[in-house]
């Protein structure tokens, strides 16, 4: 296996985990406050537990896709040059952990947008405007 392949299945495995992690707290504190602690492990509350950690998971990776994509646009993040293929952000910002969850995820995707994108830019910035 590639290494990109293992870090983008460890990836999902984590979010996934604390996705299902998160749900579970949650409805387990829906069914104290309600005073039926039992109830957790009735099949309906836990298909109700594996139903809202898999839409947490799905909102986690579209936001994650939005905030790479807002990243990239504008042109926070880079791939370094050396041997490590490490991915550099300019300017840190309370973002960052989607960004980089969303370049785990999906790791030559990102490579592949970020370097079309830096390509496009270096090609904008030498066509002066009112030319074409």
């Known amino acids: ?3 990109s392949t293992l870090v983008s299945l460890r990836a999902n495995a984590v979010l996934i985990a604390l996705c ?7 409805w387990l504190a829906i069914c104290g406050c309600a005073g039926h602690p039992n109830a957790i492990q009735a099949p309906l509350t836990r298909l109700a537990t594996l139903l809202s950690a898999a839409f947490i998971v799905i909102a986690v990776r579209r936001i994650a ?4 994509d807002a990243a990239r646009a504008s042109r926070r993040i880079a791939w370094a040059q050396d041997a490590a293929h ?3 952000i300019a300017r840190p910002s309370s973002d960052d952990w989607l ?3 969303h370049v785990e995820l999906h790791p030559s995707a990102s490579r592949r947008s970020v370097a079309h994108a830096c390509s496009h ?3 904008a910035c030498r066509v002066p405007r009112d030319r074409a």
Do not use: I, N
């Not at 299902?20 to 949650?26: E, I, K, R, W």
């Not at 896709?65 to 790479?68: E, R, Y």
């Open 121 to 123: 830019a270096a090609a």
């Open 99 to 101: 960004v980089q969850l």
């Open 86 to 88: 490490r991915l550099v």
């Open 65 to 68: 896709k939005l905030s790479f």
């Open 1 to 3: 296996m590639q290494a």
């Open 20 to 26: 299902v992690a998160a749900s579970d707290a949650a």
